[in-house]
Nanobody
Framework: QVQLVESGGGLVQAGGSLRLSCTTS????????MGWYRQAPGKQRELVAR??????????NYADSVKGRFTISRDIAKSTVYLQMNNLKPEDTAVYYC???????????WGQGTQVTVSS
């Protein structure tokens, strides 16, 4: 059973910043594309950022809604994927999840996620 542990969410005012963290096992971390998803109330879960596996160079991609504001990165030594979120907007309010990605689909059972709430 793959375990994904997300943390770092909270309540922040519009324009503020948060950094989310996601830890998993080292082997999974190294050899899979990792992504950050979010799900707002009443909406479908959406992929907001992804970073390719270490052997493929860690290429990043972002949803248009977060491009220029969010940055995904990984710390190899800590087997952790981060999502730095700057200039947060109320529409960024959601539960944020991480997961591996293969052929465009999430790989593993979802973790508990971390709540991000942005007040106006």
């Amino acid at each position: 059973q793959v375990q994904l542990v997300e943390s770092g969410g909270g309540l922040v005012q519009a324009g503020g910043s948060l950094r989310l963290s996601c830890t998993t096992s080292e082997m999974l971390f190294r050899f899979n594309t990792m992504g950050w998803y979010r799900q707002a109330p009443g909406k479908q879960r959406e992929l907001v950022a992804r970073i390719s596996s270490i052997p493929t160079g860690g290429i990043t991609n972002y949803a248009d809604s977060v491009k220029g504001r969010f940055t995904i990165s990984r710390d190899i030594a800590k087997s952790t994927v981060y999502l730095q979120m700057n200039n947060l907007k109320p529409e960024d309010t959601a539960v944020y999840y991480c997961n591996g990605i293969r052929l465009g689909a999430p790989l593993w059972t979802w973790g508990q996620g971390t709540q991000v709430t942005v007040s106006s």
